[in-house]
């Protein structure tokens, strides 16, 4: 299974009123990976008559991290079949190499013409294999 990582530094803007990064931006964190891997993978014929909607989405917070904290965000598709795709993320801190946040979403494959679920082409489930 191909994984897919960037780093983060961890910005002022990113941070809550207990100085700590808020639970909405590790959620954005999320959304980005998955988006970033996604389009780095696909070729333009895909990208031009697909897109994925969130079906569902779990986030689990193991720990914090704070201004200026060195981040790895990496993620992974454990699982394509049929109509829905399983990816998972996780942030490290590697300012102290914990794990903080790992999450587990539930993506529908769509079409782009229709608007209606797709099922998963055999050419995309080995784009992330």
């Not at 299974?1 to 002022?12: D, L, N, R, Y």
């Not at 996604?38 to 201004?67: C, R």
């Not at 795709?85 to 946040?101: A, F, Y």
Request: hydrophobic share 40%.
């Amino acid at each position: 299974m191909q994984t897919f990582e960037k780093t983060i530094i961890v910005s002022k803007d990113d941070l809550d009123q207990l100085n700590h990064v808020n639970n909405v931006r590790y959620v954005q964190w999320v959304q980005d990976i998955a988006e970033a891997h996604w389009l780095k993978n696909a070729p333009k014929t895909i990208l031009d008559n697909y897109f994925w909607v969130m079906l569902s989405h779990n986030i689990q917070y193991k720990g914090e991290a704070l201004l200026e904290d060195e981040l790895t965000v990496k993620t992974f598709v454990s699982k394509s079949e049929g109509l829905t795709s399983i990816r998972h993320v996780e942030i490290t801190n590697n300012t102290n190499n914990k794990l903080i946040v790992t999450s587990e979403t539930k993506w529908c494959f769509m079409n782009t013409a229709t608007k209606k679920p797709a099922r998963i082409p055999t050419e995309v489930t080995k784009l992330f294999d």
